[in-house]
């Protein structure tokens, strides 16, 4: 695998269910994102991981929970989510956060639909 | 708060032509960077092309280059010789070079659709 990868590419859950979503990436990088992209609208940062330590929660609702575990890996557990919450879910990576030459690498993205 | 704007919901082009897609920005800040990232329809998002605000040559890549209009505040990608594989939502990003706080934050606009026609 190379880059930075997500599973499951879709997911299908009701509002009581319990799910979570994986990103790894394969770039040595040191910072892991989470976003949110709904239609017509911008994309959503979620949180930030620098390190692995949590450096931004831009006012996301409890319902969603991350964890990065290490610097190759970030999950965003899901549970009691409301049917706004579908959209697809854009995992990224970066070597230097908020460096002169920082570039952000993306996933392909899970398309999450809540019924 | 930076904002980014891109006007164009969706562009067509005519393969082999040349398409100019649109981003304007607002921010206070002297020292950005903005990029523009492709994203086709397999979702993947891809780095086009970057920009550092401080530099007054415009960014090249292949048949990807940009207008830099620092005190416009425009930022527009120009696809020369469009391909069938060009075919993509183009987001505009811009990102705070700004010492501290949150400068590894990407502002996006809405994103541009562009069809390409054999």
């Known amino acids: 695998e190379t880059g930075v990868t997500q599973t499951p590419r879709h997911l299908v859950m009701g509002m009581t269910n319990k799910k979570s979503l994986k990103c790894e990436q394969h770039l040595g990088h040191n910072a892991m994102y989470w976003y949110k992209q709904s239609a017509k609208k911008p994309l959503e940062l979620m949180f930030v991981y620098s390190l692995e330590e949590r450096v931004e929660n831009n006012s996301v609702p409890s319902r969603f929970s991350p964890e990065c575990p290490n610097s190759s890996h970030l999950f965003l557990h899901l549970h009691t989510l409301q049917p706004e919450d579908s959209a697809l879910y854009l995992c990224?990576?970066?070597?230097?956060?908020?460096?002169?030459?920082?570039?952000?690498?993306f996933g392909p993205g899970t398309r999450l639909t809540v019924l | 708060a930076q904002t980014v704007t891109q006007s164009q919901p969706e562009m067509s082009v005519q393969e082999a032509e040349t398409v100019t897609l649109s981003c304007t920005y607002d921010?206070?800040?002297?020292?950005?960077?903005l990029f523009w990232y492709k994203q086709p329809p397999s979702r993947q998002m891809i780095l086009v092309i970057r920009q550092e605000a401080y530099k007054q040559q415009n960014a090249t890549e292949n048949r990807f280059s940009v207008n830099f209009q620092k005190a416009a505040k425009s930022f527009s990608l120009k696809i020369s010789d469009s391909q069938l594989g060009d075919a993509a939502m183009y987001f505009c990003a811009y990102r705070s070079a700004q010492s501290g706080g949150s400068n590894y934050k990407l502002t996006f606009g809405k994103g541009t659709l562009l069809t390409v026609n054999p």
């Open positions: 990224a990576s970066s070597q230097d956060p908020g460096g002169w030459a920082d570039t952000q690498y």
């Open positions: 921010t206070s800040e002297s020292d950005y960077y």
